[in-house]
């Protein structure tokens, strides 16, 4: 657009300098070919006289004035043609004025007209300037934007990942921490159970070195008294044993008992259990409830739960006799208080 521009200014430029040239041209030849005037003689007034009687010098008088009239109209007639070629003339460079006029008007508006196209040509470069800079700008604002969001995912996606990894971490530590309790509490119950089991043999030991001496004492007494008396020794004796015993078993069931929602202080449920020399628990079965089959269920599994006491095999060891009699199959009576230590 802006060549196309150019090319008309150029040919209204080439076309006023030809314009100006055949004026110039014009102009030359007008003054070239003007004809050269003789200069005006005065004009000379005679009045004629009639006479009567002409004399020769009158008559050549008159010939002389009537010559001079006829030089006067010829000077006359040249003076009007050379006023009328003068103002011939006159209208020519009039004409030719008007004619540089109006070129000199044309080369103003083609140059007005020029300037004005030039002019709306620069404005609509500097419209599209315009508007490729605010292209521009909001291609940038439009990348800046997008950076940015990238940048806030990113941000977002590391936050994330942070806060993940916190939470994998403080995952790990609750586990290990679970862990490390429970190993804890795993060594602290192996402890315990070790220090039981410990005083429990200490006990069964002392408890063995109880009925060995009563054993001892009864056979002493048996023989040094009655049958009656000495069945009534070792009855006794029995009734050590098998309260010994019975608290070892209800000790192991209060271990595996769990209380039920309905059980109540005073309930009383009677379980026949039966037992192997090993101590391996066989059967357990309710022979008088609670009232309470709840409490009478629980007793039965928390029975069952033990599965072994390893304490029986070593009475029915030292004394089979005394095991099938009384633990072969044991009635033992439970209450929720005893059971819930």
Not at 22 to 43: D, M, N
Request: charged share 35%; proline share 3%.
């Amino acid at each position: 657009m802006r060549d196309s521009g150019s090319e008309r200014f150029t040919a209204s430029v080439i076309k006023a300098l030809g314009i100006h040239l055949v004026i110039i041209l014009l102009l030359f030849v007008s003054f070239s070919s003007a004809p050269e005037f003789e200069p005006a003689k005065p004009i000379v007034r005679a009045t004629l006289i009639q006479l009567n009687s002409k004399s020769p010098a009158v008559t050549q008088t008159d010939q002389k004035i009537a010559g001079e009239a006829e030089r006067t109209a010829a000077q006359r007639h040249e003076a009007e043609e050379l006023e009328r070629k003068q103002q011939q003339q006159q209208k020519e460079q009039d004409a030719t004025r008007a004619a540089e006029q109006q070129r000199q008007a044309d080369v103003a508006a083609a140059a007005r007209e020029t300037e004005q196209q030039k002019a709306a040509e620069q404005k609509a470069a500097e419209e599209r300037r315009q508007a490729e800079q605010v292209e521009k700008q909001k291609a940038e604002e439009a990348r800046r934007a997008d950076a940015a969001r990238k940048l806030a995912e990113e941000e977002a996606a590391k936050k994330k990942a942070a806060e993940d990894e916190a939470k994998r971490k403080a995952a790990e530590e609750t586990k290990r921490k679970e862990e490390e309790a429970k190993r804890k509490a795993a060594e602290e119950a192996r402890r315990k159970a070790d220090a039981a089991t410990k005083a429990e043999a200490d006990r069964v030991a002392k408890l063995k070195r109880e009925q060995e001496e009563a054993r001892a004492k009864a056979l002493a007494d048996l023989l040094a008294e009655e049958t009656q008396y000495q069945r009534a020794q070792a009855d006794q004796v029995g009734d050590q044993v098998a309260a010994s015993f019975d608290d070892v078993i209800r000790r192991y069931v209060s271990e595996q008992w769990r209380r039920p929602p309905t059980a109540r202080n005073g309930m009383v449920v009677e379980v026949r259990i039966s037992m192997l020399p090993t101590g391996d628990i066989t059967d357990a079965a309710v022979l008088r409830s609670s009232g309470d089959a709840g409490f009478d269920q629980s007793a039965v599994q928390a029975v069952r739960n033990v599965g072994r006491i390893p304490e029986m095999q070593q009475l029915s060891r030292d004394d089979p006799g005394a095991f099938d009699r009384m633990y072969r199959q044991r009635t033992l009576r439970f209450k929720p208080e005893d059971l819930d230590f």
